[in-house]
């Protein structure tokens, strides 16, 4: 017998919330690394191992995204996911158990992994079950709510904290009542929605181990664009606070307090681009680019607190509309039978990204003489981002840009 599914509204909740883990894991344990820190003083090198247990699983993410893909391919997405949050649950939670810093990286690494199959699986899941302007609303939520979770994030582990730097590890059952929802309202994709999955032979998981059709091309350009925006997208949220320290902002609770009514932006930025995010991607692009040109401008050229957090709103507005945009476009390129490699390789670019920001921001400092200039640098730097997209605007396009189309969601 042939079962017809139909996405709800609930489907989409079920798969939104997992973003949410891999911020977990670096904010949820920021406001008790000093403890850490003093709990492993007497370890050899802790000043560098301890601040790791943060920064591991994002480094698995870059490293194991694209595997986490191909396994989603050949192996069937929801029963890969379903164990990943078996497995985050009780690697998360771990370290309240765990005394010794080499089981507790262990475990990190335990962590990094999971969250690697749990962001792509999740992400591939949603480009199956949705299409047009209901999976542009779901991709683009995803950011908004790793945005808005990481202010949550923050306040509950200050909070757990005060009991102790084990406390906040128990968060990490949430996965379990995430992956409640997953048994509840998804099911095993076994191709695109209206299309593949109603037919006879569509019963088993894509079982696609080769790379037959991949869009090799129009990938690499998309997962080139992630890297650069992604450095962007993560320099306000790195940097302000030491921007705003040049600047005279010297308490940590005001100089969070103003990063987070900048980082609103993010959000929304997603809230506009759920408004015009069937427009030609050039366009878009063209329009993110300037307001991250715009927003580095005005933090550069800041001599006070409330240009500064101007030029970081402006910014953040830039990328929260580019980074829906850019997944968006990647996911329209891939068939059902390789989407879900194709969305593990953004999962990983976006990573690096992330990762390389600091170290080019340090860079820029170095050389232009300080942090503001850096700024205004990457001011620069966006500009440049946009003169290429003018240059090669024919060849960047969607597959499916259409004009908007009503969605109805069926609860």
Known sequence: MTHHHKPGTMTGVALLLPITLSTMAIVLLAPVLPRIIAEFSGVAGHEYWVPMILTIPALCIALFSTLAGALGDRFGRRRLLIASFVAYAIVGVAPVFLHDLTAILISRVGVGLAEALIMVLSTTMIGDYFHGAARDKWLAAQTAFASMSALLFFNIGGQLGSFGWRTPFWVYLSALLMLTLVLLFTWEPKGDIGQAEGSDDAKSAPRNAGWAGFPWARMAVILGVTIYGAIFFYTVQIQAASGLALLGVTDPARAGFLTSIASIGVPLGTFV????????????????????????????????????VLGCFVNQLGAGLLLPTLLVWAMSLLAFEIRGRGAGMWQSAFALGQFLSPVVVTFASTQTGGLQNAFSTLSGAALGGLVVVLVVARRISRPDEAPPVSVTFHG
């Open 273 to 308: 681009y759920s408004r015009i995010g069937r427009r030609p991607v050039q366009q878009l692009l063209l329009l993110e680019f300037g307001l991250l040109a715009i927003g580095f401008l005005l933090m550069g050229r800041a001599h006070g607190t409330q240009a500064f």
